[in-house]
């Protein structure tokens, strides 16, 4: 059974930093693309970033939406089967429950954690 | 980049109805679009993939059809637990994209 376990959330003030984790078990994770989406309170979802596994010629290579490029950094640990996402400069906008999700670089995004909150405000 | 438009985005229904929900494409992704289903404070579930291949202990209920740009989830003889929220997603490339979302209310 793949489950998907993210942690790191919490609150943090405007231009401040958080580090996501999600630890995965149940497949095969350096091989499969990971995926980091976002859904802010009563809103759809965002797709944030993804980062290919880790064989072929793009082997992790980061993906980033334009909204969070610059900001937010993508990577993964394939020894320990973690996937993070580091957040920096945060904004209130960046608001919102954070999904990890296998998936992604032309593949279906098939299993999802149970996502963790951040909540930028002052 | 790929914009999803999905529709309608809400619908009211009775339970035994069958619904149709669209979404298409602003260009050509071939098959690669799914279908999740989320309840309220819960993850999304996958539903279909590959526009009509339905997901591993997933009912039959749930059917995906289309290619190209446009694309439909048929949902037969609704039950309570189906009434949630439905989105699309491309994934044929980046930036990944979302429908907006369909919400199945109960009538």
């Known amino acids: 059974e793949v489950q998907l376990l993210e942690s790191g959330g919490g609150l943090v003030q405007p231009g401040g930093s958080l580090r996501l984790s999600c630890t995965a078990s149940g497949l095969y994770f350096r091989g499969y693309a990971m995926s980091w989406v976002r859904q802010a309170p009563g809103k759809g979802l965002e797709w944030v970033s993804s980062?290919?596994?880790?064989?072929?010629?793009?082997?992790?290579?980061?993906y980033y939406a334009d909204s969070v490029k610059g900001r937010f950094t993508i990577s993964r640990d394939n020894s320990n089967n973690v996937l993070f996402l580091q957040m920096d400069s945060l904004r209130g906008d960046d608001t919102a429950v954070y999904y990890c999700?296998?998936?992604?670089?032309?593949?279906?995004?098939?299993?999802w954690g149970q996502g963790t909150l951040v909540t930028v405000s002052s | 980049d790929i914009q999803m438009t999905q529709s309608p985005s809400s619908l009211s229904a009775s339970v035994g109805d069958t619904v149709t929900i669209t979404c298409r494409a602003s260009?050509?992704?071939?098959?690669?679009l799914a279908w999740f289903q989320q309840k309220p404070g819960k993850a999304p579930k996958s539903l279909i993939y590959?526009?009509?291949h339905v997901q591993g202990g997933v009912s039959s209920k749930f059917s995906g059809s289309g290619s190209g740009t446009d694309f439909t989830l048929t949902i037969s003889s609704l039950q309570p637990e189906d009434f949630a929220t439905y989105y699309c997603q491309q994934y044929s490339s980046y930036p990944v994209s979302f429908g907006g979302g369909t919400k199945v209310e109960i009538k």
């Open positions: 590959a526009a009509s």
């Open positions: 999700a296998e998936g992604g670089g032309g593949n279906s995004f098939d299993f």
């Open positions: 260009q050509g992704i071939r098959d690669s």
């Open positions: 980062m290919s596994g880790s064989s072929g010629s793009s082997a992790n290579t980061p």
